[in-house]
């Protein structure tokens, strides 16, 4: 079975810096685009950024700058790190990942059970 297990998350000032953590466990053969997403209270999900498992990355024009997301391929895990966190930036952060299993032929999309990021005074 595969799962994606969140960590780092916190409480930080307006202004400092979090490193957010996802591995990916269990039966895999491969992982393909990885990313961050994150949810608000009373906004939709919404998209952070993502990685390709070459390396190239994508942004939301709201972290542009100020976030940077990377991957560790031997270790199935990826990182986000931010930093000049504003209060906008609180939510709930959530690790996604496209995984092919030993056995299976087909990649799946999995999800993180999501990790809490506040930027507070």
């Known amino acids: 079975q595969v799962q994606l297990v969140e960590s780092g998350g916190g409480l930080v000032q307006p202004g400092g810096s979090l490193r957010l953590s996802c591995a990916a466990s269990?039966?895999?053969?491969?992982?393909?685009?990885m990313g961050w997403y994150r949810q608000a209270p009373g906004k939709e999900r919404e998209l952070v950024a993502t990685?390709?498992?070459?390396?190239?990355?994508n942004y939301a024009d709201s972290v542009k700058g100020r976030f940077t997301i990377s991957r560790d391929n031997a270790k199935n895990t990826v990182y986000l790190q931010m930093n000049s966190l504003k209060p906008e930036d609180t939510a709930i952060y959530y690790c996604?990942?496209?995984?092919?299993?030993?056995?299976?032929?087909?990649?799946?999309?999995?999800w993180g059970q999501g990790t809490q990021v506040t930027a507070s005074s």
């Open positions: 269990g039966s895999i053969a491969s992982i393909d685009d």
């Open positions: 990685i390709t498992r070459g390396g190239t990355t």
């Open positions: 996604n990942a496209d995984i092919r299993a030993w056995g299976i032929a087909l990649y799946h999309n999995y």
